[in-house]
């Protein structure tokens, strides 16, 4: 039997209506929205099932059908990497989760790494599987055949998204699926038909192609874990290289696999499960090992805090920026897994970090 999802919705800022779909029990691990999704029918859908399978099997895996998708409002009337963002904060305030780690899949990887930029005290763990830093357009000084790629993708979606036909579906799999089976052919001609109208795919594709994250990617406190497809041939294996090394501490892990999201079937799957779960696992073992090491820098940055002085007047003190003060204060977070300030405080006094 395919696990069930338990189906909810909220609302965003602007009013548009959000589906979140929840499998499994646990500490909850969060997927950030991304393209092509259907709550529905991702736990019954082949390209989809093992992994609502799997993450739910030891996790509350929460996810959601971004704006323009699935059981989500249809025609919303932003669809920006901004709106993104802002539904990821809606779905993740509207289940009351305080502190969680968070995947990323394809576009959904840059909004994770926004997000954990954003909320530095939320996001526990990082995972990011075939992600970028810049998209088609967001490239500066692109080569002119990169944007003629991306016209192509942009024509086919509106000419024929969803219709079924050969030479459409000839692009988009080969861009997602570098071996794929008829009946997973088949599926994804399904799934283009249930999860949004060829107007929205047109404008999913343009929103996407703008996604820029190169200068916030470094930024990103919390561990981190980086896949990446050797033969993707839709997000290339050097961009997925490029994300985790510019991300501090990030681990990357390269999959032999062809597909841009792996079947259940392939052994880069089963690696990429054992991957996961190792990294998961350590967040739960990491309170009971050794106490966290903190820099020199950082034991000033946390001692200030605790008597209680702001960024700016950190920074005043010991002569630094405040937004590099901020990003103390963020790995400091992250170091003592602590939601707050105040929370950090108590650790570090606890552990005997402000002596």
């Known amino acids: 039997m395919p696990p069930l999802p338990d189906i909810r919705f909220c609302t965003a800022p602007d009013g548009v209506k959000l589906a979140v779909g929840s499998y499994g029990s646990g500490p909850p691990l969060v997927r950030a929205g991304t393209w092509l999704t259907h709550v529905e029918h991702d736990a019954t859908s082949p390209l989809t099932r093992h992994w609502c399978e799997e993450l739910g099997r030891s996790h509350r895996y929460v996810t959601y059908d971004g704006r323009g998708c699935g059981l989500s409002d249809r025609v919303p009337s932003d669809v920006s990497p901004e709106a993104w963002l802002s539904d990821l904060e809606t779905v993740v305030d509207g289940l009351g989760l ?44 692109p080569d002119p055949r990169v944007l003629e790629e991306a016209d192509v993708l942009l024509k086919s979606a509106r000419l024929g998204w969803g219709t079924g036909s050969a030479a459409l579906r000839q692009v988009f799999v080969a861009k997602l699926m570098g071996e794929a089976t008829e009946a997973q052919r088949q599926a994804f001609d399904e799934r283009q038909r249930v999860t949004s109208s060829p107007e929205m795919a047109e404008r999913y594709l343009r929103a996407m192609f703008s996604l820029d994250v190169k200068d916030l990617a470094p930024r990103v406190a919390c561990p981190t874990l980086v896949f990446h497809s050797r033969g993707d041939q839709l997000i290339f294996f050097d961009q997925g290289r490029k994300l985790a090394a510019s991300i501090p501490g990030a681990r990357f892990v390269p999959l032999e696999s062809k597909n841009h999201l792996l079947f259940g079937e392939e052994p880069a799957w089963h690696a990429f499960v054992a991957e996961v779960r190792s990294f998961l696992a350590a967040e739960g073992t990491a309170s009971a090992s050794a106490p966290p090491a903190l820099t020199s820098r950082q034991r000033e940055v946390i001692r200030a805090v605790a008597r209680g002085l702001t960024d700016k007047e950190i920074a005043r003190e010991l002569s630094l920026s405040p937004r590099t003060v901020e990003m103390h204060v963020a790995r400091i977070l992250a170091a003592l897994e602590c939601a707050n300030r105040a929370q950090a405080v108590g650790k570090a006094k606890g552990l005997g970090l402000l002596d």
């Open 98 to 141: 305080a502190r969680f780690p968070l995947l990323g899949m394809s576009m959904g990887a840059p909004i994770a790494v926004s997000y954990a930029v954003k909320h530095p005290d939320r996001v526990s763990r990082l995972i990011l599987f075939g992600g970028f830093l810049r998209a088609y357009f967001s490239t500066k000084n």
